[in-house]
């Protein structure tokens, strides 16, 4: 018993000898512990490859942060952005647990510099890639582990459908190494050639900004012609085309906005429009048939249209060349663009040729186009609208609109470009679509 007691004696006087353990002083130097996570990227400049878009062009990895006790959770947060913004325009992204890596493909780093924070592909931009850890929990704040890093990264040129000049090239072009394509009146972004082609590969360059490229399939084992269909396209770098398997007149349509290509085979190809009727004039009474083509016929290609009244209380019948030019894309589709029409108008195609070979211009031997309406009137119509016609001879017996003989009263059935109030709302641009008999009306 006594020996007992003295051992207990022995250890209260060893633990007053020791110093008491300092708990706030152990937490603080804790916190303010040596950080520990580095960054590092796997180039330091790079340049971005057009052709493997979706290849991963740049990764960045960091190691983990200082351990914290169990109740303090750690996050991960990387940010990138153009170095000097201080990530006042960055993507920002919130890593799972236990990623301690970030890739990028060419095609992101390429969208985000040139759309995203608008430099140019000109010349090469430096980007800044940072990543935070900062813990949630526990009872003290801690401050964040961030790390930084700069990659100089050179965007390649895009292969845009912008477009300074297209053309048709290859061994399938007739008597020449390429043909000018020409974009079409009725679309800015359309692009179209009716020409003859020979058994051989059609490509389609395209320069713009004095470098080309050209405009090829998407799918490279579809190489052959989707003849008559739109296809989808991209832009490449290097020639490749279509093949074209037999001779023949071909029609090539490139819309640049919808990234589609249309080619019509000889098969397929369409056909201008063929109208008939009965014309009756002074000796004249018989069945007329003439097509309407830009490329002329024995029976007469049309040269004008007409117009009825010149301004908006405009009288009587004014011959006026209203210069329609056919579309490339489809040769029953007009366009007009020039000056102003106005007042109450019916349109006419003059200078037909009839069978045995005689012109005619006489407004009363002219082949009408007018709203397809059954009574006489002045009808109404809007910009950036279709509307569908009727034509024919004038006096046609067999003329009929809605089940009434409209031959002797067409000239009276006539677009108005006035309002309700009277005041002149002209058109300046005009689409005549005979495929599907409508006429569209806009100011441009």
């Known amino acids: 018993m006594k020996k007992t007691y003295i051992a207990i004696l022995s250890l209260m006087a060893l633990a007053a000898c020791q110093e008491p353990v300092n708990y706030l002083e152990q937490a603080k130097s804790f916190f303010e512990a040596e950080e520990t996570m580095e960054l590092t990227a796997s180039a330091r400049k790079i340049d971005l490859d057009r052709d493997n878009m979706d290849a991963v062009a740049l990764t960045f990895e960091w190691t983990s942060a200082r351990q914290m006790p ?3 959770i750690p996050t991960y947060i990387t940010k990138i952005d153009i170095d000097g913004n201080n990530f006042n325009t960055c993507v920002r992204t919130v890593e799972d647990d236990g990623v301690f890596s970030k890739s990028f493909t060419n095609a992101q780093l390429q969208s985000y510099i040139l759309e995203k924070w608008g430099k140019s592909y000109v010349r ?37 459908f912008d477009v300074d000049k297209m053309y048709l090239s290859g061994d399938a072009v007739q008597g020449s190494t390429r043909i000018l394509m020409k974009a079409t009146p009725e679309n800015e972004f359309q692009y179209a050639a009716h020409i003859p082609l020979k058994k051989g590969q059609l490509t389609i360059p395209v320069v713009y900004d ?11 084992d579809g190489s052959s012609i989707m003849d008559g269909e739109d296809e989808s396209v991209v832009m490449r770098p290097e020639a490749i085309g279509w093949n074209i398997e037999e001779d023949g ?3 090539v349509v490139v819309n640049i906005q919808n ?16 109208f008939k009727g009965h014309f009756a004039l ?3 009474d018989e069945d007329v048939e003439f097509t309407l083509n830009p490329e002329g016929n024995a029976l007469g290609t049309p040269w004008d249209f007409g117009k009825k009244g010149d301004n908006v209380d405009g009288g009587g019948w004014y011959s006026k060349d209203l210069k329609f030019e056919f579309s490339e894309a489809d040769p029953q589709l007009l366009v007009y663009s020039g000056a102003e029409i106005k007042g109450d108008q019916c349109f006419a195609i003059l200078n037909w040729l009839t069978s045995d070979g005689k012109p005619y211009t006489n407004v009363n031997s002219a082949f009408y186009i007018f709203p397809k309406k059954s009574e006489k009137g002045d009808y109404q119509v809007n910009k950036n609208m279709w509307y569908d016609i009727a034509y024919g001879f004038l006096n046609d017996p067999d003329l009929m609109v809605d089940g009434v003989n409209v031959g002797t009263i067409m000239r009276q059935i006539n677009f108005l470009f006035r309002n309700e109030q009277n005041a002149s709302t002209p ?13 569209y009306f806009d100011k441009k």
Do not use: H
């Open 259 to 274: 990234k589609t290509v249309r080619i019509y085979s000889p098969a397929t190809d369409l056909k201008p429009k063929t």
């Open 124 to 160: 090469p931009v430096t980007i800044q890639f940072g990543v935070l850890c900062k813990w949630d929990g526990g009872d003290q704040y801690v401050m964040p582990e961030v790390r930084t890093v700069t990659v100089e990264v050179r965007p390649f040129r895009p292969l845009t």
């Open 210 to 220: 004095g470098e080309t490229s050209y405009v090829a399939p998407s799918d490279l």
């Open 427 to 439: 058109v300046n641009f005009i689409m005549i679509d005979f495929r599907n008999d409508k006429i």
């Open 70 to 72: 169990e109740d303090y």
């Open 249 to 251: 007149t071909y029609r």
């Open 282 to 284: 002074g000796s004249y």
